[in-house]
């Protein structure tokens, strides 16, 4: 924009319309805004204070891996998990605990993962790979004859 610069006349200084002064204010907020760092994903952010739990789940059983809190999401960054048994299965759920863990408002975060036995399963990317509100836990399910999944989960919550 012509009238965001100087015009370089330093004998007749020029007063720029109000137009030009509001367009300019405008157009460098703008640019300061666009300019600030953003991240992705609450596990990409630099400044995120990134949690680790351990994952120890027995056969045909539902656990709770991370508590929810109050007023606080869970972002899960990663993880690295092997599961044993005859036939295994393994699905990440949340919900919250009333007597078992996310017995109550239970949903499914994935689909039943079924690896031959022994695998390791790992997943991360560039962004954060599940999302769960505020107070809500994070669970997982196993199904399958002695079926085991131990790892470990890496996380933000805030």
């Known amino acids: 924009m012509r009238h965001c610069s100087d015009d370089g006349d330093l004998k007749r200084p020029r007063r720029r319309p109000r137009w030009a002064r509001v367009a300019c204010a405008t157009l460098g907020l703008a640019l ?73 408002g239970e949903a499914d975060l994935s689909g039943a993962l079924a690896p031959s036995s022994g695998q390791v399963l790992s997943y991360s990317g560039p962004s954060d790979v599940m999302t769960l509100p505020p107070a809500t836990d994070l669970c997982a399910a196993t199904t399958g004859t002695g079926s085991s999944f131990q790892g470990l989960i890496s996380y933000v919550q805030k």
């Open 32 to 104: 300061v805004l666009l300019a600030a760092p953003g991240y992705a994903s609450e596990c990409g952010d630099p400044g995120a204070v990134i949690q680790s739990a351990p994952i120890n789940i027995g056969a045909n059983t539902t656990v709770r891996i991370l508590a929810g809190a109050a007023a606080r999401k869970i972002y899960v960054c990663g993880f690295v998990a092997t599961l044993a048994g005859t036939t295994p299965t393994v699905k990440f759920e949340e919900g919250t605990q009333v007597s078992t863990a996310c017995d109550t």
